[in-house]
């Protein structure tokens, strides 16, 4: 019984741990989207140069970002569904570039494809962390709602008024969610019998 004891002891500390490195790293996540919501709005409209750079930066901080959340992840987690989605966060970079020399319509579709994708594997983890900590609905409801999101983007990429802006509200909404999962995860931390 007192195994079973400091068994259930450091899986919860663990767990608490796990949240603790992720609410900084979605904070980090929310922050880096507003960022990048204020660089379109302000520089993108006018200037293809710096949207092309803008439209790049998304894809490949979110791989960054992945090999973070693997970081702060037990080392007895499975962490297929990150390192799937990391790669398909490389992979889109990629494309994007190559997409924009056709044009922008072209890197929207690739942006619509990489969306739909990261939104999948996002609901995956979330339904899996929520066993584990709570917490993931916001990552969760964020993952729909990005699969929904591509597939907008796919469809009206060619649109007159299509542009990177088009994609400015999908990375607020990301930035919402990041902050309201980070926010949900204290509770969890909180309920830690050692947390101060």
């Given amino acids: ?12 500390a663990e767990t608490v741990e796990t949240a603790r490195s992720l609410r900084k790293l ?6 880096f989207s507003i960022i990048w919501v204020i660089l379109v709005a302000v520089l993108a409209k006018g200037n293809s140069g710096i949207a092309a750079v803008l439209f790049i930066i998304y894809p490949a901080w979110d791989a960054i970002a992945i090999f973070l959340d693997i970081k702060a992840n037990p080392p007895a ?28 319509p072209e890197a929207i579709i690739v942006f619509g494809v990489w969306a739909i994708l990261a939104g999948l ?7 899996r962390r929520r066993k584990q900590m709570g917490g993931q609905w916001p990552m969760i ?41 980070a926010i949900r995860l204290a509770k969890t931390i909180k309920a830690a019998p050692d947390a101060a």
């Fill in 141 to 181: 409801i964020s993952g729909g709602q990005s699969v929904l999101a591509g597939g907008a983007f796919i469809n009206m990429a060619h649109a007159p008024n299509s542009g990177i802006s088009t994609l400015a509200g999908y990375a607020a909404f990301g930035a919402f969610y990041f902050i309201l999962t």
């Fill in 26 to 31: 979605y904070f980090l996540r929310a922050s």
């Fill in 1 to 12: 019984m007192n195994a079973l004891n400091q068994s259930q002891t450091v899986i919860s």
């Fill in 77 to 104: 987690a499975s962490k297929t569904p990150q390192y799937i989605n990391a790669g398909v966060s490389i992979i889109t970079a990629i494309a994007v570039f190559a997409a924009l020399q056709k044009g922008i």
């Fill in 121 to 127: 594997m996002q609901l995956i983890l979330g339904l």
